[in-house]
């Protein structure tokens, strides 16, 4: 089964950066799409950032200029790095394939405060 594993979320100050990281196992990393996903408070999960087929990188309008995504294929971890962060990013924070596998990992949460 696959396993996804994120980590690297906390409490920032609004304007401050974090760098996610999601650990992955059981699938070929770069073989299907794949990306970030966050579900806010009352929210539903929506799609944040992801490789497409051809590798090329996508980007919800709410965090294009601020967010990058990347890959390192030899450890399967895919990265989100987050920089001016707003308390509108407030969130639990996942990656998975997409479209999504059927299931999810444990997330990690990102509070911004302002």
């Known amino acids: 089964q696959v396993q996804l594993v994120e980590s690297g979320g906390g409490l920032v100050q609004s304007g401050r950066s974090l760098r996610l990281s999601c650990a992955t196992s059981g699938m070929p990393f770069t073989l299907y799409p794949i990306g970030w996903h966050r579900q806010a408070p009352g929210a539903e999960r929506a799609l944040v950032s992801q490789f497409s087929y051809r590798d090329n990188t996508i980007y919800a309008d709410a965090v294009k200029g601020r967010f990058t995504i990347s890959r390192d294929t030899a450890k399967n971890t895919l990265f989100l790095q987050m920089n001016s962060l707003k308390p509108e990013d407030t969130a639990v924070y996942y990656c998975?394939?997409?479209?999504?596998?059927?299931?999810w990992g444990q997330g990690t949460q990102v509070t911004v405060s302002s």
């Open positions: 998975n394939r997409v479209p999504d596998l059927g299931y």
